[in-house]
């Protein structure tokens, strides 16, 4: 996967060649770095950060259904993601990002970080 935005500066930059996992072996938790379908054009490919599992109420509002989950970019004034499309399914989740392999000045495993 190659990031092509800035919605996940400064973490992520356009360009970064990314590795992600289909079936990480584990559940998806806060704070996790995932590609998805974009619910808006499915052909396209998003790269997102989980800020919100089911039952949690991001920004108060109704909680999350069951097999939802709330997604935001790092950069909030360059980001499309559930504050304008809502909660996902997490079907239309690809897979979980977990390393960065290009450019080699930045390579390395991506941590779980919740803002």
Known sequence: ???RDDSM???LAPGDRLWVDPRPGRPLVLGD???LRDPEA???LLVKRIVGLEGDRPGLGAPLPEGS???EGDNPDLSRDSRS???VRLRTIVGLVWFRYAPASRRGPLTTKFK
């Open 1 to 3: 996967m190659v990031v």
């Open 9 to 11: 500066r400064p973490g």
């Open 33 to 35: 770095i995932v590609v």
């Open 42 to 44: 499915p052909g396209r």
């Open 69 to 71: 989950v709330y997604l």
């Open 85 to 87: 499309f809502g909660p």
